[in-house]
């Protein structure tokens, strides 16, 4: 006798999609569907855990329709979890399929990129009078608002900005940026830059000119609050971080005034002689910077009879003195800055009649070249 095979199947398990569902934005309309599939209709829908996005609800669709609709205006922004678990009408047993959302409600305004800025001055010449010193904004801040959302944007400090050198916070330099108060969003895809460009940002000339040398950065952080007043109010904050604003001022010295000669008129008769450069050679270099200074002879060290244009015939020995030195020309000072008068280098010389009781009558020359490190 031949036997029966006997094959059966299962039913293809309840399901809800999709799998994910699409961010919202605070007092946007919001429409999100959700279809059921497979078990026995009619379905019951239900959220089983967690919320959903305050102003939000769950609508399930009239029987024998198998889709629910999320849907209502978000109140609140933040990120939402929850279940919706979908019930089908079988016997004797229901079955279930429970899927797990994850929803972003953003906020009317938000950032559409960083919400930190950056602002350098660079390298900044203090002998460039006059004129302020311009900054440029390397990373700027945008926001995206809502269209017609109105916002207003303060800053705390709201002025007296201030970058303060490395190297010693007691030394400061002011400085200014214009920045965006207020206005309406133009919608999510047009992003409204928070730091202006024009005016740029600036350092008087005052405030640069006599600042001590090396690299400055803000030791505090200024906060921008963006604030809207509709969809229930709120804000979110952006920032300039401390050191997110820099500037270098420079080394540099420049010669003031042009030196002129001296001259020695010897009495071979006089135990020494000594002179001074008239007018002295002056200098301007950045303030607390160390600048070195020397001197060299084209002679040697004496003045020569034949000079110039040689350094031949007689000579006189003499010493070149500078810096308040009574023995030669070599040394450190701290320079002062461009606001003022300069650094008067106190160039001078003398000569004993040692060197020069027995020397032919005569014109004598010599030139020395002062070199200025810094």
Known sequence: MAGVAHVSSAAPPLNIS????????????????????????????????????????????PSPSLTAVISGTPVLSGTFSFDVTLTDSSAPTKTTDTRTYKVTITPPCSFFDTNIGIITFGNIN??????????????????????????????SPASGWTINSVLNSLDTMNYTFGYNTGGTGAGPNVPIPLLLTSPAPQITQPSYVNAAVGAYQNN??????????????????????????????????????????MS?????????????????????????????????????????SSYPPSCSGSGIPYKFTC??????????????????GGLSLGLGGSSSSADYANAPIGTYGDMQTIQINY
Do not use: H
Request: aromatic share 6%; charged share 5%; glycine share 12%.
């Open 18 to 61: 999709p799998n994910n569902i699409p961010n919202g934005t605070v007092s946007t309309f919001y429409s999100a569907t959700l279809t059921g599939s497979n078990g026995t209709t009619p379905y019951s829908w239900s959220i089983t855990n967690g919320n959903l996005p305050p102003g939000l609800f769950l609508n399930p669709a």
């Open 126 to 155: 203090p002998s460039l009078l006059p004129g302020p010193a311009l900054g440029t904004i390397t990373q700027q801040i945008n926001i995206v608002c809502k269209q017609n959302m109105a916002y207003t944007v303060t800053a």
């Open 220 to 261: 505090q952080a200024i906060t921008f609050t963006i604030s809207w007043t509709q969809a229930g109010g709120g804000s979110i904050v952006a920032s300039l971080l401390v050191g997110n604003v820099s500037a270098t001022i420079m080394p540099l010295c420049v010669v003031s005034q042009s030196p002129g000669s």
């Open 264 to 304: 020695f008129n010897i009495d071979p008769s006089a135990s020494s002689i000594a002179t001074t450069l008239s007018p002295d050679l002056q200098i301007k270099c950045t303030y607390k910077d160390t600048v070195s200074v020397s001197a060299s002879s084209t002679c040697g060290g004496s003045m020569m």
């Open 323 to 340: 810096l308040g030195s009574i023995t030669g020309c070599s040394g450190s000072i701290l320079g002062t800055g461009f606001g003022g």
